[in-house]
């Protein structure tokens, strides 16, 4: 668990065939939930008997605050709020400015491909979908200056908690690894975000305008005229994190894989070429790049960066012919649920053919890489048009390699980061002038 916890959990699941497992940590003993119909039965049938409550949760509301991340009315408040601009219809007018962004940002890369210089895969994934949040939901009140400081201080966060993560029983008042990093990079998110949300203050809310600040000033504005900056700053930053981690997680597993996997490779940088040529990428192309729709599937499925979700039971029930006490701890596994061999054949191979002709998997609940039910990720709208523009840019550009293959491993984080460090080098496509 120390070493590996990510797999080991999964371990556990895949060999108890998706039964419900007391999982032993000395004083503290979750219970791990995998088996798509215990997934179906805590996220959704009986969700309001499963909070997001306990122990799991306070390293992530020390950073969070009170908003879409919590349980209740805070909760039920923020979503109203928020939902609007997570539409499939809104996020689709967001998709030219988003594009713009993508290639604006992979076009900077060509100063390190020229020159041999190999850039960090979590790094640069992270800068590139940080450029396209800010614009499209931020609408340019964020200079990029400032987005770059924000980005590592959230990245910072979201890996330092793994060891409240695996004993979140320890108390606050003894000093962990990861405290002093985490306690850092969330007092310079407040020196960040604050100040914009103070000057957005300032200005006036852009009336009319549908920008995330602006609209959660206006909907935080309380009736004597008062506004709950602290509520706005909560708001803002459970967004700012959700918007930017998934993809950023997920598009840093992706190059390994294709190192891994030189057919898919191929078969890829083909579709896009095909699609795409030397044009540059736009929203139209995303639709039919369906072989890149089949990887980001597969790839979803082996790597979710939302690894785990934890629920708290409020009264005492039953999960799987197991009695589960009011106060205790349930895990759901994302990672370990897409692994299980009774509802995916061979699950531990990457083959993006599984999803050929929009096949569906054998349960509903066996695969759910935003969740599921009423906290379902808002935000995976976004991830279904940011994730095809910036691998289709970066592969209609560039071939990308390793630098230094290797087995990598998930940090058990907020989200499941590797460990190790992806490094690669950028050899630019050329392309017959004549063509």
Not at 55 to 61: G, T, Y
Not at 191 to 203: G, M
Not at 204 to 213: E, N, Q, T, V
Not at 347 to 369: C, I, K, N, Q, T
Request: glycine share 6%; hydrophobic share 40%; charged share 25%.
């Amino acid at each position: 668990m120390l070493k590996d916890p990510v797999n080991e959990l999964a371990r556990m699941g895949t060999e108890a065939g998706g039964q419900v497992v007391r999982v032993d940590l000395g004083p503290f003993r979750p219970y791990l939930v995998s088996h798509p119909d215990h997934v179906q039965q805590v996220l959704t049938t009986e969700w309001d008997n499963f909070a997001r409550e306990g122990m799991f949760w306070r390293p992530v509301r020390r950073v969070t605050g009170k908003g879409i991340l919590r349980e209740g009315d805070e909760w039920a408040s923020a979503r109203k709020i928020l939902q609007p601009l997570f539409t499939a219809k809104y996020t689709a007018t967001l998709a030219e400015d988003m594009a713009d962004a993508i290639a604006e940002r992979v076009l900077e890369l060509d100063v390190h491909a020229r020159a041999g210089r190999p850039i960090d895969a979590a790094d640069q994934m992270t800068a590139i979908i940080n450029q396209a949040v800010v614009k499209v939901l931020f609408g340019g009140r964020i200079s990029r200056d400032t987005a770059e400081r924000l980005a590592p201080e959230f990245a910072t966060c979201a890996t330092s908690i793994a060891f409240r993560l695996l004993f979140p029983f320890v108390p606050y008042s003894i000093k962990v690894p990861g405290d002093r990093a985490y306690l850092r990079a969330m007092n310079n998110i407040n020196e960040i975000v604050y100040p914009l949300i103070d000057q957005a203050h300032r200005e006036g809310a852009r009336s009319g305008k549908a920008d995330l600040i602006a609209v959660l000033l206006r909907a935080r504005q309380q009736e004597d005229g008062r506004m709950d900056l602290e509520q706005v700053r909560d708001d803002l930053v459970s967004m700012y994190a959700t918007s930017t981690e998934t993809t950023a997680t997920s598009l840093t597993w992706l190059w390994a894989v294709l190192h891994n996997h030189p057919a898919v490779s191929a078969r890829l940088h083909e579709e896009i070429d095909r699609v795409v040529g030397h044009d540059q990428v736009r929203p139209e192309h995303v639709p039919r790049l369906t072989y890149l729709h089949m990887v980001l599937q597969e790839l979803l499925r082996l790597y979710p960066a939302g690894w785990i979700i934890p629920r708290q039971a409020m009264a005492d029930t039953e999960i799987g012919g197991v009695r589960i006490k009011a106060g205790s701890q349930v895990l759901i596994s994302p990672y370990t649920t897409h692994r299980l061999p009774e509802f995916w054949d061979r699950p531990l191979e990457f083959d993006p053919g599984r999803w050929a002709d929009g096949a569906a998997p054998r349960h509903r609940y066996a695969f759910f890489p935003f969740g599921a039910g009423p906290h379902s990720c808002l935000g995976q709208g976004l991830f279904r048009i940011e994730a095809p523009l910036v691998i289709a840019n970066l592969l209609s550009k560039y071939r990308l390699a390793l630098t230094d293959p290797q087995p990598l491993t998930a940090v058990p984080g907020a989200s499941a980061r590797p460990k190790q460090q992806v490094m690669l080098r950028l050899t630019p496509i050329e392309t017959d002038p004549r063509t």
